[in-house]
């Protein structure tokens, strides 16, 4: 069972792996270029992109209101409502120093003005980046793909903004991007992975995961428990001169073995780097 809940935790992470981008069109710097609004407010972010979807919605949840917010295409057969939330604009800098900003707009859904909210339930989002003119106006850098996933649970899509400023950092020669950790508890298990998010400028915004994070089940096994396991998994990015530059992960701790038969002390690193063509970090 704690397989299964640990194998059902990496694959949350491993969402944004799907290869949706397969039946997106290609990339084009140009024509993300001719996208140009005045300003990167909710009203202005959701007429750019949304203009024919939008309606009332009522809502009463905490979360939903915690954000500009407002309905998106029609009620579905099981009466939920998907509602566009817009968080606050993230600043960051190109590999280059130049201003950046990322915008990203959350798609939950509701039902009966509330929050669709349980284990399994799942939210995805839009990201955007764009540069400020000389002019005033906002000029779109880039964009996700259509159709792609992210980790999310409780019906909320798993991108805490502090913790990708925090980590953020150059991936690659010519990118920069984010590495940072979410996690999945169950039966007194917390399981986590690292994902990295990649904003490069010639290519579609991605979030990706990298690997394990470590685990603990102090929730389940006191510390004296010869069951009881805590490991932890620290990530180093390794600059060389390539295009995406290769991730060191240290395991240090008490780690289960894959069929969770035995418990052993680990302190061991492993390199993974990303394939372009698999979209991946192996």
Same mark, same amino acid.
């Given at each position: 069972m704690k397989k299964l809940l640990l194998s059902l935790a990496l694959s949350l992470g491993a969402l944004s792996l799907?290869?949706?981008?397969?039946?997106a069109p290609a990339f084009s710097a140009t024509q993300m270029s001719q996208v140009k609004i005045k300003d990167l407010s909710f009203k202005?972010? /959701?007429?750019?992109?949304?203009?024919?979807r939008m309606g009332y919605a009522s809502v009463n949840d905490?979360?939903?209101?915690? /954000?500009?917010n407002i309905g998106l295409d029609s009620?579905?057969?099981d009466g939920e409502r998907t509602i566009a939330l817009m968080h606050p604009v993230l600043p960051y800098e190109n590999v280059t120093g130049e201003p950046r900003y990322l915008v990203i707009i959350e798609k939950v859904q509701v039902k009966d003005g509330s929050l669709v909210s349980c284990h399994a339930c799942q939210a995805t989002a839009d990201l955007y980046s764009f540069k400020k003119l000389d002019n005033g106006l906002f000029q779109m850098v880039s964009k996700t793909p259509e159709n792609v996933e992210f980790s999310s649970g409780w019906g909320r899509v798993s991108l805490n903004q502090?913790?990708?400023q925090e980590g953020l950092q150059p991936l690659g020669k010519n990118l920069i991007g984010s590495v940072f950790m979410n996690?999945?508890?169950?039966f007194g298990t917390i399981s986590s992975w690292w994902d990295v998010l990649h904003l490069p400028e010639s290519d579609f915004i991605n979030l990706y995961t990298l690997g394990d994070a470590g685990a603990e089940n102090s929730g389940h096994y006191e510390e004296g428990s010869p069951l009881h396991y805590d490991y932890k998994v620290a990530f180093k990015v390794l600059p060389e001169n390539a295009t995406y530059y290769p991730i060191?992960?240290?395991?240090?701790?008490?780690?289960?073995t894959e069929d969770y038969d035995r418990i052993n002390s680990v302190n061991y690193s492993?390199?993974?780097k990303f394939n372009p063509v698999k979209k991946a970090y192996e």
């Open positions: 799907t290869p949706a981008m397969a039946a202005e972010v /959701m007429r750019e992109f949304y203009s024919g905490e979360y939903v209101e915690s /954000m500009p009620v579905n057969s502090t913790s990708i996690n999945y508890m169950s060191m992960l240290t395991y240090e701790g008490e780690k289960p492993k390199i993974v």
